[in-house]
């Protein structure tokens, strides 16, 4: 992909995929750690619960990364996270769960910082036609690091203990420092004080999406799905332990089969977008997690495994179809605020529905909240599938309708070259 060309963006993804590597091993593996400690699946999904909290701050993350140079924000952030794994390492029984909540919160945090000043830099490193190809490396490359990761992750905890793992998911933050201490990247906003109030800065990613249709339809459509998306997070470890009749372990292998659905989720969303367009390859994405929930509900191997494919290439499809028209239908100016607020739409609602589940799980069978998963997001699918936005800018990557005839430059009814909300305020030459 041409992406891959950029000698910068490689040094980015190598950054990414370092952190993200090791982060996956380790707070996969908080959950499972959290059962073992307790035997209880609240207690393992609460572990979900505590890592979407801190999306409750996203316009603050949003605000951060575009008010500071975005590089050094980043480097900053993993070194922070390699220091606060380490206090795992007085982690010894059930006595200790809050500190493993408490990394888990950190994690949530350091993922809203990361994923919006890593939303600018990208913005500032390549072109447009070539932002969707970009998000699909990077969600592909992270969510495609679960083959491995949680494999890894399992067998260190299960062989050398949770504090081991700490230790080396520390070490992995360094290294991420040390790729990105070699990027250069010239930002196309200087850091500056805002003239706006505080809380109008800071919220300036809603408005923004609010106002741009296609925005719009694809973050609230996802918004709504992720209201009940989140109890899945809890209902798998019933799934494997009720339904499979198997270990909290085997998440881990479970969660290797969902990065298999992600590699081909990133291998196939470009060519989706460029056929249907970004809201319709939304909308699909959320219908493949209506997929996912209905096979969750079968007590069979291979149909869990069949789901964890449909939620691999749910989770690839929605993102990198959220990430690429915030990018591309936003202003250097706001890619911080917009992302973040992108990236709230989906994890507060995720997180709130996740942390139902732990309430509901032991009070429901896990196939009813399943079947209710499913029709939510059915209907969440049916809308951006149905009646899709089609914003002007994104016309070119969409396949084209027979051609009408053109009308003269400037004469009533000509379109414009571009919607006033894709605007974008960097130089032409770094556009």
């Known amino acids: 992909m041409k992406p891959l060309a950029d000698p910068r963006f490689r040094r980015l993804l190598i950054g990414q995929a370092l952190s993200g590597f090791g982060s996956s091993a380790l707070y996969l593996t908080l959950g499972i750690w959290a059962k073992d400690l307790t035997g209880s699946n609240a207690a393992a999904g609460g572990v979900e619960a505590a890592l ?14 575009d008010r500071v140079r975005r590089r050094p924000l980043l480097m900053a952030t993993n070194a922070l996270m390699a220091l606060a794994v380490l206090s795992l390492l007085a982690v010894h029984d059930g006595g200790q769960l809050w500190l493993i909540y408490l990394v888990a919160v950190c994690y949530g ?8 000043a890593s939303a600018g830099i990208r913005r500032d490193l390549l072109p447009d036609d070539q932002l969707t190809g970009a998000n699909a490396i990077l969600q592909t490359t992270s969510q495609g690091l679960r083959i491995i990761a949680p494999l890894a992750g399992v067998a260190i905890y299960a062989v050398a203990g949770g504090g081991t793992l700490a230790v080396l998911n520390s070490l992995t933050f360094l290294a991420a420092i040390l790729a990105l201490a070699g990027l250069r990247v010239e930002e196309s906003v200087a850091p500056e004080p805002s003239r706006e109030p505080f809380l109008r800065s800071a919220l300036a990613g809603i408005r923004h999406i609010a106002a741009t249709p296609v925005l719009a339809q694809i973050g609230y459509a996802a918004a709504c799905a992720f209201c009940v998306i989140g109890l899945s997070q809890t209902v798998m470890f019933a799934v494997v332990d ?12 479970l969660n290797a089969v969902q990065g298999v659905g992600a590699v081909i989720g990133g291998l196939t969303v470009s060519a989706l977008i460029r056929r249907a367009g970004m809201a319709r390859t939304a909308g699909l994405g959320i219908g493949a997690f209506t997929v996912a929930a209905l096979a969750y509900c079968v007590p069979n191997l291979a149909c869990v495994v069949a789901g964890e494919v449909a939620d691999g290439i749910a989770i690839t499809w929605i993102m990198v179809v959220l990430s690429s028209a915030a990018q591309l239908h936003t202003p250097s100016r706001l890619q911080g605020r917009v992302n973040a607020m992108c990236t709230m739409l989906v ?15 032991d009070r429901f069978d896990y196939r009813t909240l399943l079947v209710v998963m499913a029709a939510v997001t059915a209907v969440c699918a049916a809308v951006p599938v149905l009646r899709p936005v089609v914003a002007l800018t994104e016309r070119t990557f969409v396949t084209p309708a027979p051609a009408e005839p053109a009308e ?11 919607d006033r909300n894709t605007a974008d305020s960097r130089p032409a030459a770094q556009r």
């Open 52 to 65: 979407g909290a801190p999306m409750l701050l996203s316009p603050l993350f949003g605000h951060l990364a």
């Open 109 to 116: 945090v350091a993922f809203g910082v990361l994923g919006a």
């Open 242 to 253: 009720e339904g499979l009749g198997r270990p909290p372990s085997a998440l881990g292998a």
């Open 347 to 361: 994890l507060v609602p995720q997180s709130l529905s996740l942390a139902a589940g732990t309430v509901l799980i």
């Open 408 to 418: 003269p430059a400037g004469a009533p009814g000509a379109a414009e070259p571009a």
